[in-house]
């Protein structure tokens, strides 16, 4: 039943728009564009955003990688939730939803990466925009859990 209730979390508090999640200016730090969120079935405008600093999560280890999904508030505040660590980021679980936040995408986090200190920019690092809940993501199912989306056209 968790799966359908993120999929109906996800199908209220979602993000119209590409947020081009990527690496800041500063590259400890990440950046996001412009875009409209609906959260709660309301309507709020988020600013672009640069040197958003990554804080309260876990360093991970040369044995650890994991993934940090990056929500947005209502107003307008990103927030960072991670998953538990895994020894391959295949296997790094997605972390779950918050049901009050939209999502605008996460991050794959490497082996010995330390917040504030190793750079967005440094190898293993990958930024995927979009909701994991939603099927978002090249070939990657919501939450890990093999639900797909499929694709169908007409000859």
């Keep these: 039943h968790g799966d359908l209730f993120n999929l109906l979390q996800a199908i209220v508090n979602r993000c ?40 309260g999560l876990t360093n991970t280890t040369a044995s650890q990688t994991r993934k940090v999904r990056v929500e947005v ?24 939803r918050t049901a009050t936040r939209a999502t605008l995408g996460w991050i794959e986090i490497p082996v010995s990466f330390t917040y504030g200190t190793t750079a967005f920019s440094a190898p293993g690092v990958t930024f995927t925009n979009g909701d ?24």
Excluded: C
């Excluded at 875009?35 to 040197?51: E, F, G, P």
């Excluded at 508030?73 to 779950?96: C, D, H, I, S, Y």
């Design 73 to 96: 508030t209502t107003a307008g505040v990103l927030t960072f939730k991670e998953g538990a660590a895994a020894a391959a980021q295949v296997n790094a679980p997605m972390p779950r």
């Design 16 to 55: 119209f728009g590409w947020p081009n999640l990527r690496v800041g200016t500063t590259t400890t730090r990440i950046r996001v564009d412009a875009v409209t969120v609906a959260i709660a079935d309301q309507l709020y405008s988020v600013a672009a955003q640069d040197n958003v600093q990554v804080t």
């Design 132 to 155: 994991p809940d939603l099927g978002d993501g090249v070939g990657v199912p919501p939450n890990d859990r093999g639900i797909s989306q499929d694709i169908i056209t007409s000859p």
